[in-house]
């Protein structure tokens, strides 16, 4: 099946840093999220983003899916930024969403 | 749009018991999913139904675990004689094949077997 990989792992920034995670996939995809997921385990819709560029507010992304890549920019981090944050694909077939491992981030004040 | 409910939030048993676990879609939505996630681990797909037929089924899905959803609506997932093995947080997400297909997530059902 379909490998995803999300770096880095783990990241640790003051209050209004910025921040760039990527997600790297190993088969085209018809279908690429971005979640934050919160303490309480709920996972939260950021982007439905299989291709191009999007825009809200502090956050954006960028898929390049001839490169099968997709980062997520954070900007002017804040403490509630805190979290997992999830890049998840659909593709080859498959009806479900593959999940990578996530990368925990954490915003100190 | 009321988003995707599970019930319970939480439940805890005891090994070789059986549970069950309900999820309500958002209303318009045709496609139901459950995802399983274990601790420091993204979750992880189990089975997938669009309207009441079940479509695709992961090999994680035992022979232990069964999923309906009888009308096509809310969905339920029993787990028959739990093991330790079976506690994780189960998530369900709905969609709708148009014009996109995100996926929305409901607050999980987190198991735990003693």
């Known amino acids: 099946g379909i490998q995803v990989e999300q770096s880095p792992p783990d990241l640790i920034l003051q209050e209004g840093a910025n921040s760039t995670l990527r997600c790297n996939f190993s088969d085209s995809v018809n279908n690429l999220q971005w979640f934050h997921q919160n303490p309480w385990g709920q996972l939260i819709n950021l982007f439905y983003i299989p291709s191009g560029t999007k825009q809200n507010g502090r956050l954006s992304a960028t898929t390049v899916a001839t490169e099968r890549y997709s980062l997520l920019y954070i900007s002017s981090s804040q403490t509630t930024d805190s979290g997992v944050y999830f890049c998840?694909?659909?593709?080859?077939?498959?009806?479900?969403?593959?999940f990578g491992k996530g990368t925990h981030l954490i915003i100190q004040p | 749009d009321t988003g995707v409910s599970q019930n319970p939030r939480h439940k805890i048993t005891k090994r070789g018991q059986n549970v069950t676990f309900r999820c309500d879609p958002i209303?318009?939505?045709?496609?139901l999913y459950w995802y399983r996630q274990t601790l420091g681990q993204g979750p992880e797909f189990l089975t997938y139904?669009?309207?009441?037929?079940?479509?695709?089924k992961s090999r994680l899905l035992s022979d232990r675990f069964s999923a309906e959803r009888p009308k096509g609506s809310f969905s339920t997932l029993e787990i028959q004689r739990t093991e330790q093995g079976d506690s994780a947080m189960y998530l369900c997400a709905s969609s709708s094949s148009t014009p996109t297909d995100t996926q929305y997530f409901g607050p999980g059902t987190r198991l735990t077997v003693l």
């Open positions: 139904f669009q309207n009441e037929a079940q479509l695709e």
């Open positions: 998840a694909v659909q593709g080859g077939g498959a009806d479900g969403l593959t």
């Open positions: 209303s318009e939505h045709n496609r």
